[in-house]
């Protein structure tokens, strides 16, 4: 991922959490909170939840973006790994300093997925042991 990407993911986590901090920190209504957060989000327990998520809806720009941070992550991998395989096998034009390069780009990629899912499960468990 670019800088620029992982900027503007970034920035995006910042806003929804800027935007999820009032309604967690108000005290009343915190059920009804979470449910508005959970429906925002595209998730379980939102009021007239069927299970999937319109197309328009914010939980599905939020799915998408990171379904394409994964995405993107894994071309990452998938890159380094093809120009790993093409300087083992000596194939012209692949220099051991792009190689290099392709996969510290990918074992940063990944290691950054790894907080975002990290940050993700701490976030759930922090909301899971609020009382209501």
């Given at each position: 991922?670019?800088?620029?990407?992982?900027?503007?993911?970034?920035?995006?986590?910042?806003s929804l959490s800027?935007?999820?901090?009032?309604?967690?920190?108000?005290?009343?209504?915190?059920?009804?909170?979470?449910?508005?957060?959970?429906?925002?989000?595209?998730?379980?327990?939102?009021?007239?939840?069927t299970g999937a998520?319109?197309?328009?809806?914010?939980?599905?720009?939020?799915?998408?973006m990171l379904k394409?941070?994964?995405?993107?992550?894994?071309?990452?991998?998938?890159?380094?790994?093809?120009?790993?395989?093409?300087?083992?096998?000596?194939?012209?034009?692949?220099?051991?300093?792009?190689?290099?390069?392709?996969?510290?780009?990918?074992?940063?990629?990944?290691?950054?997925?790894?907080?975002?899912?990290?940050?993700?499960?701490?976030?759930?468990?922090?909301?899971?042991?609020?009382?209501?």
């Amino acid at each position: 991922m670019s800088n620029m990407a992982i900027d503007q993911v970034l920035a995006q986590i910042r806003s929804l959490s800027a935007q999820a901090a009032p309604a967690l920190n108000g005290g009343r209504g915190a059920l009804s909170d979470l449910r508005g957060l959970a429906g925002a989000a595209g998730g379980p327990g939102a009021a007239g939840d069927t299970g999937a998520t319109a197309v328009g809806s914010p939980g599905a720009g939020f799915a998408q973006m990171l379904k394409q941070g994964i995405d993107a992550v894994n071309s990452t991998q998938q890159k380094a790994d093809a120009l790993s395989g093409a300087w083992e096998r000596g194939v012209p034009g692949v220099d051991l300093a792009q190689v290099m390069i392709e996969t510290q780009k990918a074992s940063v990629s990944f290691q950054a997925l790894a907080q975002v899912r990290n940050r993700l499960i701490s976030v759930y468990q922090d909301i899971m042991n609020m009382s209501i």
